[in-house]
């Protein structure tokens, strides 16, 4: 296939190990914010900062859910920047420093616990997420354009999830930790901000430095209109049938994520460690199967792949509805079989996204990889969000009692069992059942090949300068 009128298209072949890894670095950025505010955040508001658990919650979803409007427009503007550094990675420079800067702000608390400071988190929230955007968007978008080979794309985010495992381990496990050490309250968390926002940084440069030499694409193409690149994307089919999974399954692992602090708490009655060993026991696993699932992809094909893994999530999750009569050795490996799942639906979910994006290049002849990643990191973010959302209603209908402390309040069976529920049997039917949305995604290897094989016509380019013009 020709590439697009004023530039290269992306380069088949196996792409050097150097890119493999410097890409994956932004994963400890997008790891970090993707994991800490929803694992810490809820639990920050409604035991250091005394914010009942509902008001919470929606602190927790709206800035997160104001990225579904501006992710789409992060893509549609990376896909028309022109720079000396290409039309991505600007935008890991720029947004990726401004994430972190903006990450330990938001544990800066510069007011008393009460309204003031919950609505402060809430602003500053809405930054950070804003900031996110502009660095995922393109982060995303960039395999799509590296590589225009099948197999080559699934190595590639093997690199990016087993560095995102990681990220996850790191800054799940280590944060709480970090907090502990400040003294808890306000000021741990403080120190805990800082901690992640240097993780956070730390992958952006990685990212932006690691892929300077990157074989990548221009992006010569694309609709003229906000309006017109999404209804491209929603004329994909598999794209759309992978999106909705995608979405449903994301608030479903944050629902987790969300409910780590709490179940520790409450129904291990383990407070100090039990967060920390959970952490592990959900990410670890990760880092041991993700070759594994890899072979399993190549063996059965990456849909049959997404769809064992996602059962297996849920197993897990549903047997672990039985954690109050069991051991804690019996609940932490119940916790890694989720774990196990959840690197499978990882790998395999967004291993197909560049496969989606190739597709419909290959129909369009127009190379707008941002604009399906700004439709795809706004559906994950929101689910992200949704999720402590979720979980936060929970509390309040089961009765949760907030406070101001640092410390959990006593609570009653009922808000108990409402924790119970929440870190299990609804993030299984989430992930679980939402796999019956994929029946409509049949972008199979030959039919990709063939949609490539065939010559289609190529508009003019449109597109926004930033910086030099980089050819």
Not at 25 to 36: C, E, H, M, R
Not at 38 to 54: I, Q
Not at 371 to 391: D, K, N, S
Not at 437 to 445: C, G, I, N, S
Request: hydrophobic share 55%; proline share 7%.
């Amino acid at each position: 296939m020709d590439a697009p009128s004023g530039g290269t298209g992306p380069v088949p072949g196996v792409l050097p190990r150097r890119v493999h890894a410097g890409y994956a670095l932004g994963s400890l950025a997008t790891g970090a914010f993707g994991t800490v505010p929803g694992l810490l955040l809820l639990p920050y508001l409604t035991d250091t900062l005394g914010v009942a658990a509902g008001a919470a919650a929606l602190l927790v979803l709206l800035p997160k859910a104001w990225d579904v409007l501006v992710n789409p427009v992060a893509g549609r503007i990376s896909d028309r920047t022109r720079s000396r550094w290409g039309a991505r990675r600007p935008y890991l420079l720029g947004a990726g420093l401004a994430l972190g800067v903006l990450f330990a702000a938001i544990f800066a608390a510069p007011f008393d616990a009460g309204p003031a400071a919950g609505a402060y988190v809430a602003v500053a929230f809405l930054a950070t997420a804003t900031a996110f955007a502009f660095f995922q968007v393109p982060y995303v978008a960039m395999p799509a354009e590296l590589t225009g080979d099948y197999a080559e794309r699934t190595r590639l985010m093997t690199w990016r999830i087993a560095v995102l495992a990681l990220a996850i381990l790191v800054s799940g496990a280590v944060a709480p930790l970090v907090r502990d050490a400040g003294g808890g309250g306000v000021g741990g968390h403080r120190w805990m901000g800082l901690f992640v926002a240097a993780l956070i940084v730390l992958g952006a440069l990685g990212a932006f430095l690691g892929t300077r030499s990157a074989p990548g694409a221009t992006v010569g193409e694309n609709e003229p209109t906000l309006r017109a690149q999404l209804a491209v994307a929603a004329r994909n089919r598999p794209f759309r049938a992978l999106l909705v999974c995608f979405v449903v399954q994301s608030a479903g692992v944050a629902t987790v994520l969300a409910g780590v602090n709490y179940f520790a708490d409450q129904i291990l009655r383990d407070p100090e460690g039990g967060p920390t060993v959970l952490f592990v026991c959900f990410v670890g696993p990760a880092l041991l199967v993700m070759p594994l699932w890899t072979r399993v992809g190549a063996r059965v094909g990456k849909l049959a792949a997404l769809v064992a893994a996602s059962l297996i999530f849920a197993v897990g999750a549903l047997a672990l509805v039985a954690a109050p009569v069991l051991p804690p050795l019996a609940v932490y490996p119940l916790v890694a079989l989720i774990g196990v799942g959840y690197a499978g639906q990882q790998v395999f979910a967004l291993a197909m996204l560049p496969d989606c994006i190739a597709y419909d290049t290959a129909r369009t002849g127009r190379r707008q990889a941002g604009v399906f990643t700004g439709v795809w990191t706004a559906g994950e973010t929101f689910g992200l969000a949704l999720g402590p959302g979720i979980f936060g209603l929970v509390l309040q209908l089961s009765g949760y009692v907030s406070s101001d402390t640092g410390t959990a309040a006593a609570q009653s069976d009922t808000a108990r069992l409402g924790i119970l529920l929440g870190f299990t049997v609804l993030p299984a039917l989430l992930v679980g059942l939402v796999v019956l949305f994929l029946r409509p995604y049949d972008l199979t290897p030959a039919r990709l090949a063939a949609a490539e094989a065939e010559p289609v016509s190529r508009p003019a380019d449109h597109a926004v300068v930033v910086g030099d013009e980089g050819r």
